[in-house]
C-alpha cells in the first residue's frame, strides 16, 4: 500500500519501484560471481539514536560502535562510481545524520558524478539547517521511516519521546524543498504483523501524507516476525537479493552478505584491504551465492536468517 503526496495512487517511477527493482535478481545477476552492481549502500556510521522493538541493533547489539572512517568512504565512493554504480545509498543500521560529515560525502558523490545520492532516517535530528546543507550538497532522495502514529506508540516502539518532533521534521523537509524538484522525499511505515496493520498505515498517512512525495508500508522483520514465518518463506525468498544485487558495506568497511543483520558470519571482504570489486567476486561470497542459487542454505551463514526466520 502507497499513495502519493497528493492521495492518489502512485504511477510514476519512485522509491516503491525503485526497491522493487532492487529485489528483482535478473537472470544476469544470478551468477556466482555476478558483474558488480549498480546500486550500494554505505554505512557511514554505527550509531543510532533510537532502539526500535524490530531492529537487529536493539535485540542483536553490536560490541561497538562508531562513525567510518572519512578517508575509506572518499575511497569506497570513488570506486564504486568507477565500477558504474548508479543508486548510492548513505545509510544502513545506524542513524546517518548522527555522522557530522554526511554532508561531506553527499557532495563528493555527486561531485563525481554519482546519479543518484539517497538516505534513510529516522528524522529526530532532521532540522531545517541539516537538511539545507544535504539539499545543497545535491542529495536526491531522503526517506523518513516513520513508524508509530501517536506520541504515546513511538515511545513504545523507539524507547525515545520524539515523535512530535519527527512528524514536525518531516513536514518542515516539505516545506523547505519549497519549489525545487530535488530532494525526493519519502516516508515508509513499518506494518507490524497485527490485524489493524492497515488502519495504523492509514493513520499514519493521515500525518505525514501531504508531506511526502510517497509512503509506503513496510513489513515487519527480525525476532518479532519469527514466530509467524515458515521455513517455506526462507526458501521463496532465495536467491536472496542482497547477495547478488545491492551490497553493504558497514561502518567498519566490511563488504556484508546481508540487508539486515550486521552479524560477521555475514561478511564477505574487508574493504580497508581490499577493493570493492575482489570483495564481491572473493571465493566466500561465491561459495554462498552458489548455496542460494540452488535454494539450499543449510550450513551457511543464511540457515538462520532473521529477516526471514522462521520457527
Known amino acids: 500500500m502507497h499513495w502519493t503526496a497528493n492521495g492518489g495512487v502512485v504511477t510514476e517511477a519512485g522509491i516503491v519501484e525503485r526497491v522493487a527493482e532492487t529485489r528483482r535478481v535478473e537472470p544476469s545477476m544470478a551468477v556466482e560471481r555476478p558483474p558488480f552492481p549498480t546500486k550500494l549502500k554505505i554505512e557511514v556510521t554505527g550509531r543510532c ?5 524490530f531492529c537487529t541493533l536493539t535485540y542483536k547489539p553490536r560490541s561497538a560502535k562508531g562513525d567510518i572512517e572519512p578517508a575509506l568512504a572518499f575511497r569506497v565512493i570513488r570506486e564504486a562510481r568507477d565500477l558504474g554504480v548508479r543508486d548510492l545509498g548513505l545509510f544502513w543500521l545506524g542513524e546517518p545524520l548522527l555522522n557530522a560529515r554526511l554532508t561531506e560525502y553527499v557532495a563528493y558523490a555527486k561531485a563525481i558524478g554519482t546519479p543518484y545520492v539517497f538516505i534513510t532516517t529516522n528524522g529526530r535530528l532532521a532540522s531545517t539547517t541539516r537538511l539545507r546543507d544535504l539539499y ?4 536526491d532522495s531522503i526517506k523518513f521511516s516513520v513508524n508509530a502514529v501517536d506520541a504515546q506508540e513511538y515511545r513504545r516502539v523507539t524507547a525515545v519521546d520524539a515523535f512530535d518532533r519527527v512528524i514536525s521534521n518531516v513536514r518542515g523537509a516539505w516545506e523547505l524543498r519549497g519549489a525545487r524538484a530535488q530532494p525526493k522525499l519519502y516516508a515508509s511505515t513499518v506494518v507490524l504483523d497485527e490485524p489493524d496493520g492497515e488502519r495504523r498505515f492509514e493513520a499514519a498517512h493521515r500525518l505525514i501524507g501531504a508531506y511526502v512525495d510517497q509512503h509506503y508500508a513496510l513489513r515487519q522483520y527480525g525476532i518479532q516476525a519469527a514466530a509467524k514465518h515458515r521455513a517455506a518463506v526462507l526458501l521463496a525468498m532465495l536467491p536472496c537479493w542482497s547477495l547478488f544485487t545491492e551490497p553493504h558495506i558497514s561502518y567498519t568497511g566490511w563488504m556484508s552478505a546481508c540487508f539486515y543483520d ?12 581490499s577493493t570493492l570489486i575482489a570483495a564481491w567476486h572473493s571465493e566466500r561470497a561465491a561459495a554462498l551465492r552458489r548455496a542460494h542459487l540452488a535454494k539450499d542454505v543449510a550450513g551457511t551463514p543464511c540457515a538462520d536468517c532473521l529477516a526471514y526466520a522462521h520457527a
Not at 545543497?136 to 542529495?139: E, M, P, Q, T
Not at 550486521?262 to 584491504?273: C, W
Open 49 to 53: 539514536d533510537l532502539r526500535c522493538s
Open 136 to 139: 545543497d550538497a545535491g542529495i
Open 262 to 273: 550486521h552479524d560477521p558470519k555475514y561478511y564477505l571482504g574487508d574493504l580497508t584491504v
